[in-house]
Structure formats: structure tokens, C-alpha cells
């Protein structure tokens, strides 16, 4: 099945994607620091099961432009997964599949009731976290994109940061060609800053704007969907979950599984296997 690559306006944004199919909607968000392209495999695989799949670049990843409004919140993200819902005549068989901040975003989104089922990857819902020290001691980077040197740090080298990160969160994943389109959507300064604005807004909600607070409230409730959380076992990035606990905090007929011999980036990882899990819960 043939991926293609176009843009298309939704809430007044223009999106750099990538599609294939026909079909009910399938729409898949990256994470970071990632792009559309993580989702290669998957979309083939949705457009062969009957699906418009449909991988957006996010906001201010280029080719998608830089938001205007500099609004880089949780319930931003969610906006637009809604905005896109409607740009393409979604409808109610809609599917939404997010990884990393694609995930947070989903959970937002999918208390709307535009969406028929929900997959997340490598970021569990409110509720599941874990909070030691080991946890917050591999988020250090969220707490040094704060500064005012970030972007410097992380662009240093070619984007060396960058390698670090994947290298870290999916030990023994050959990540070139991932970090390739990662560090051509980034290249940009402009770009790079917002991309680490998601961790600065994550962090001060005096960055919030008020026209998406119905969507950043919506990050502190369940998903309307069943979901399917998925976490790899090795993930280097965020600890596992105890996927008992994180099914309860989902919408009944959810599932949630840890999954062994991958890390962060598992659908990069183990395509066959994850592309599997997710086709199996969307029918």
C-alpha cells in the first residue's frame, strides 16, 4: 500500500502528513523527538485493513507550520487531533493512535466522543505514573529544556542530544533513519523551540491558552473509548506501569500491556508485533 505525503488546514493550521488508504479515519501522532515517519509501518497496515490512515507531523515540526498563537499545551495538541478529525469528514468510526505526545494528546481528544476506540504507546494515563527518583532522574532532559540554553544543547553537534535520547530510551535500535527526519523537522530553529515548548507548557501553565481550555481540561479525564495502552518492557525513557493499575484508569473494556524485549519506540522496534496487537483491538 502506497504512503503519500500532502498537506491540509485544520483550525486555521496547515499540517505536513503522510496517508494511505481509504476508509474510516485512522489518525496516528507522533511523540517526541520523533515524526510522522515512525508511523511507515503502521500506515500501510491500516490502509490494507480498510482505513484512511492518516500521520500528521505536529505542530511546529516541520513540514506543518509553526502556530501562530506560540500555544504548545496538552489541550493544544488535542485541538488539533479534533481539528484534523473534521478537516477529514471523520465520523464516529474514527480511530485515534498516539505515541509519546501523541499519547497525551489522544487522551485529550478522545473525551470528545469523535472517536470509536483509542490506542496509546509508551505514555500512560494520569494515574499510572511513576514518581521516583529514578523516574524523575530519566526525565532530566524535560527539566533542562526549561533553560534558556536548551535548543543550544540539543542542537550541538548535528543534534548529538537527539541520539543520545533514542539510544537510551530503545537500547540496540539502529535509529539512523528515524534521526534523520527527526533532525530535518528540526533543523530549523524555530522549529527546535517548539518542539521543546511542549515541555515548557507541560511544566508552566502560565503558558496555558485560554481558548483551549475546554480541551486542557479534558487531559484530567478518562478517555470516553476503550483503550489499548501499549509499553515496552525496556523502555528507557518511562518507566512501565503496572498495567493492572492503568487498565482501571481507562474506560471499561480497555486494555493495557507491557511488552517484553522493547523500549520506548516498540512499534519501531517490533512492527509485526505491535502492528498485530493494534489491528486486533481496532476490529
Known sequence: MTVTARSVVAGGLEFGLLEAGSGPLALCLHGFPDTAHTWRHLLPALAEQGHHAV????????PTAIPTDGAYQVGALAADANALHHAFDGTDDAVLIGH????????????????????????PPAGAWNHSYEQHKRFFYSYLFQLPGAERAVAADDFAFLDGLWADWSPGYPAADDLAEVKAALADPRNLTAALGYYRARMNPDLHQPRYATEQAATERTPDPPTLYLHGADDGCILPPDPTTTQALLSPGSKAEVIPGVGHFLHLQAPTDINRRILDWLT
Open 100 to 123: 509519546d505526545w501523541g499519547a497525551f494528546a489522544a487522551y485529550a481528544a478522545a473525551s470528545t466522543g469523535r472517536w470509536r476506540k483509542l490506542v496509546t504507546l509508551a505514555a
Open 55 to 62: 500521520a500528521p507531523f505536529l505542530r511546529g515540526y516541520a
